[in-house]
């Protein structure tokens, strides 16, 4: 379970304060998958941080009791200076999981060749996102968070990340942000709209999408 306590973020400039939640209490239970919906500069990535544990509200709590993943796709926390392998022994070692497995899974999956033992900051940023995808299927999570992850690569290998991804949902539950509505209703069974620093839950995600058709018209 993901729990937030009368959290409130803001963020502020020389002339404005963001709000992104105004002292917000929700609960993303186990066995359920949530979409995060709201409209641009909403807030929405910058709430699945949050539950990430990668920026802290202003105030209030985020407790969880569930294995989270890295938000899909995301390979800002990969150290630059550090090989892809480096990096994938690094997160391996951190998260308790066999090595060498890990290793084996990632080169394979992420198909990067020789690139795989040169540094990161060398990589395309095409490159950083498959290797950082092949790692979040290399280590099983109770808890996918997926922040509109782009497609990398070709065809093929869209399709084996598709592929990847849903064999890991089998057993997982997912938090998603995604301006893709279709996307949202085949991998939710519920969903919150972000609207000016409110969490608005809906039960029936059908009913999220209309409320967020209306926000964007």
Known sequence: ????????????????????????????????????????????????????????????????????????????????????????????????????????????????????????RTYSSGMAARLAFGLSMAIEFECYLVDEVTAVGDARFQQRCKDAFNSRRKNADIIMISHGMGTIKDYCDKAFLLVDGRMIYYEDVEQAIEAYYRLNR
């Not at 304060?17 to 807030?43: H, P, T």
Request: net charge positive; charged share 20%; hydrophobic share 40%.
């Open 1 to 120: 379970m993901i729990r937030f306590h009368n959290v409130s973020k803001h963020f502020k400039t020389q002339s404005h304060k963001k709000i992104i939640l105004d002292r917000v209490s929700f609960e993303l239970e186990r066995g359920c998958s949530y979409g995060i919906l709201g409209v641009n500069g909403a807030g929405k990535s910058t709430t699945m941080r949050m539950i990430a544990g990668t920026i802290l509200p202003n105030s209030g709590r985020v407790s969880k009791s569930v294995r989270l993943s890295w938000p899909l796709g995301f390979s800002g926390g990969f150290n630059s200076l550090m090989t892809g392998k480096e990096n994938l022994n690094f997160v391996a070692r951190a998260y308790g999981e066999d090595v060498r497995r890990v290793s084996r899974f990632v080169e394979e999956f992420a198909e990067l060749g020789d690139y795989i033992n040169a540094p990161v």
